[in-house]
């Protein structure tokens, strides 16, 4: 290591330690103890965290850097925001670049972000592009991507730097988090590092898995006391002059290499550095030893003593079947909340013949803000089946002004998606329209689409299963021969049709409901 980068380490170090409110060691023959401010007696200072949680030896550092960086230039995948941020000599659109990547690979993976990116790119390459773009059609092309508020924010902010910063991408993290509106502290240093050559760390999901094994992190990675060290780490790690390379580096291991369940620890270019491979080895050692009646040729590897707040609880100690998964570890998630939804597949014959289909459009915020969806109204979740239908014909009659029989719908099946916190279910009906309805105005706008509308609009994947479902059931329906399995077909057709599967008219649809 040069001297001059041994410094820079060396003062990283003592920077982060004087952010995290911890103190390097003291010069020799000084106390660590401060004076009381009343002269009683001397206040201890915290301790700071044993050294095996922390990267204290600038040599270290800087091996840890040089293995990491030569690996990721021999392995790194080919992507597209990468050849961008390579390439791309205009600093703006090189900062958006990576930024829409960086907004797209939030909670979803790099195989489903690719196509996204591409198409994205190809549509706005440029920040002016995208704040002169629709909703609906940022909606349309994020359709499938989920967490649909990504595409809206990104947009909001793209306005804001066209309007209000003259076009010009902020170039430090500060400014990017402080002027972004959706830009939080991983995306501005992501984006800083990346695109401006900043040397500043990220900590993302990836990132926490690779430090809390690399340094043996037990304590719960999603507390904001463990988040503040790991922040501290990278910011000490970050190769000053390759940061962008580094931060993509670090997580590029996390998600090929350092993965969650079965890491590959074999061909992990920073094992030597590794606390949790390590510990994993010595343990290896020790029993093969004892297996042949030798004496172990190093002591068992133990958690710090005392009350570390770093290492495991005490309530959950090291578990050597684990291994090196022993890290990270987090507080149990709350269970997602369960919604139950009762959705309508209303279908027409078009102009052509083909079927087309009645989309409305959801508020414009809140879950699946701006999208387009079947009619559908939530449901308690100890509703009776035909209470639930009952509900969704009250739904429906709303939207077309006339009463309806509930038993007209036709019982289709139940579609389950999982978003980030709720898990919905969708009771899924359909009811086949052999005219056409007034639809009031002043509800949702509403329209009617083919099926290849339907998939180029802006509809969240859970509707595109629900047209799947329906489609599998006509099928089902249309072959005699395999008929139809439906879970409530025996009790879902409704009175007067003639046969289960039978699509009902409008006429015999819209009557008066029936007195009980
Ligand atoms: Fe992860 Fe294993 Fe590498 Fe440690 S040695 S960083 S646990 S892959």
Redesign the pocket.
Known sequence: MSPARGRAAAAAMAGALRRSGRSAAPPRGRSRKRASPRGGAPAAAPAPPPARHLFSDPAEVEALRRNLLAWYDRCKRDLPWRALAASEPDADRRGYAVWVSEIMLQQTQVATVIDYYTRWMQKWPTLQALAQASLEEVNELWAGLGYYSRGKRLQEAARKVVSELAGRMPRTAEELQKLLPGVGRYTAGAIASISYGQATGVVDGNVI??LC??RCIGADSSSPAVIDRLWDMANVLVDRSRPGDFNQALME??AT???PKS???G?????Q??Q??RRVEKELAFASQKLFGKAPPVPDVEDCVGDCPLCPPATEPWDSSLG?TN?PRKAAKKPPRAMRTATCVLERRGCHGAPEYLIVQRPSSGLLAGLWEFPSVPLAQDLQEEKEREELADHLQTWMGQPMAAKGLQFIGEVIHIFSHIHQTYVVYSLHLDGDVILDPALSPSRWVTEHEFHASAVSTAMKKVLKAHEKQRRKESSPAKGSKRKRGAKAPGAGSPCPGTQLSLRAFLRAPTAP
Do not use: D, T, Y
């Open positions: 898995r690779v094994r690399l291991l996390g290499v350092c993965v890491p590959l620890c061909e992990c270019p920073v094992k550095h590794c949790a491979w090196v890290f």
